[in-house]
């Protein structure tokens, strides 16, 4: 079967797909992209998540850079990959290859290239890179897995441990002093992924109170999805409503993405958390800047945006869209999927540091988020209610959805006249009423996802509801 990459790397189902000679596949064409760009003589560095056998995965991934005439910085243990996108700029290594496939369910993993910028491969370098996997010329010099001591054996490989260096840079972006000077009590929820030794530990060297669950290793993520929102975060929703806790903290697997909940216990939408940070950036950190947002992000962020008489720009879902304008300059960019990415730091997703901005913001008002949210609602002068359908893509369903997206869009939708049509990415409605609502296949897993933004709860329903009709049925 083809590799293809998606939204953000490569991801299959292990032991069907994402086998040990398709990671070498896969790496000997980075290795090839590395020679005709010019970067391979700068080594790559190489890292995994917690997932199954995601470790022996990069340790066949580095074998074959070797095999292939590269350097290797292999970290040495799992590692979030904001901290493996910073390495990388760092080091001013090539590129880097992560074993991980974020958020997906257990029985998935991943390959995610990132580029000497420290960014996710855009989509002309993982289309060069599917050409070369596909080409004559590709030659594999490894078949399989290899043991950790006979990988340290081999010249060109590198250990090292990139926790201080990354943590040192966090301490330049977050206000350490205002936290220490008005610690919080939180509960971090690692959902079993890279984000312990990080989050946590950091919040506690600043003097916070910090209850720390699923702080290990489990391949299978206590049986549900390492994605930082919904039944993942439960356990974590009810251990801050039943102590006393004013916020939850939570990293998905590969601590890109973040999750909050609030002081009553409540998961707060990640559109919100997005919003609130580029508040706080531009009204109390002096952040002179703009925004990039997904199609499929909130549009408080395009009020809040004109309020501060900042720029908005829009790309299609993905943070190597949103990566491409926080190279360019004065932008933070965010989605709604809980990924956001800052100018200056790295062009990709850290969960952690958004967790912490929170918890600065939190530290400097002695407010809750819940109150933030109503103070950021005066401010924009109207509510946004954001919602999230996900549909499994089955073989029945996907014609139908193509059909969808392809054909002629409806004049109305739930009752109201379409306003706008926009294609970026899948199909998005924009409605007189000032409501939009979405469709696009994911780039991840086999899902269709619906999007919908209305002002109120009923509206947010109705839109829902219509959207999953209009997508099986073709009704408006």
Known sequence: MAIKFGTSGWRAIIADEFTF????????????????????????????????????????????????????RLTDRDTPTPVVAYSIILGNHGGAINLTASHNPPQYCGLKFNDY???????????????????????????????LEDLLKR??????????????????????????????????????????GYLPEFLMELGCEVEVIH????????????EPSGASVEELCQTVKKGKAIVGLACDGDADRFG?????????????????????????????????????????????AKKLDRPVHQTPVGIKWLAEWVLKGDVVGGEESAGVSFRGHVPDKDGILVNLLIVEMMARSGKTVRQLIEDLYIEVGRKYLHGRLNLRLTEELAPIVRARLHEE????????????????DGLKL????????????????????????????????????????????GKV
Not at 215 to 226: C, I, K, L, V
Not at 268 to 291: C, E, P, Q, R
Not at 409 to 424: I, L, N
């Open 21 to 72: 000679i398709g990671v070498r596949r896969v790496t000997a064409a980075i290795a090839q992209y590395l020679r005709e760009t010019g970067q391979a003589d700068k080594g790559v560095v190489v890292s995994h998540d917690t997932r199954f056998f995601a470790d022996r995965f990069a340790w066949a991934a580095a074998a074959e850079l070797l095999d292939q005439g590269l350097t290797v």
């Open 117 to 147: 910028r420290g960014a996710n491969a855009s989509s002309e370098v993982t289309d060069r890179v599917e050409e070369l996997l596909n080409s004559d010329s590709l030659v594999v010099r490894g078949e399989g897995t290899i043991e």
């Open 155 to 196: 010249d060109g490989i590198e250990v090292f441990s990139p926790r201080e260096a990354y943590l040192a840079r966090i301490e330049e972006l977050v206000d350490t002093k205002v936290i220490r000077e008005n610690p919080l009590s939180v509960v971090v929820d690692c959902l079993y992924g890279t984000c312990r």
């Open 215 to 226: 702080a290990h290793r489990d391949a299978y993520f206590g049986g549900h999805t390492p």
């Open 260 to 304: 909050i909940v609030d002081s009553t216990g409540h998961y707060v939408d990640a559109n919100m958390i997005f919003t609130l940070v580029f508040w706080h950036l531009a009204k109390v950190k002096g952040w002179s800047g703009g925004v990039a947002r997904s199609v499929a992000t909130t549009h408080l962020i395009d009020a809040l």
């Open 409 to 424: 869009p409806p004049k109305t939708f739930a009752g109201v006249a379409v306003r706008r049509v926009d294609r970026t």
């Open 430 to 473: 924009e409605l007189a009423d000032d409501c939009w609502a979405m469709l696009r296949p994911s780039g991840t897993e086999p899902k269709i996802r619906i999007y919908c933004e209305a002002h109120d709860d009923d509206r947010l329903g109705e839109l829902i509801a219509a959207a999953k009709v209009f997508l099986l049925e």
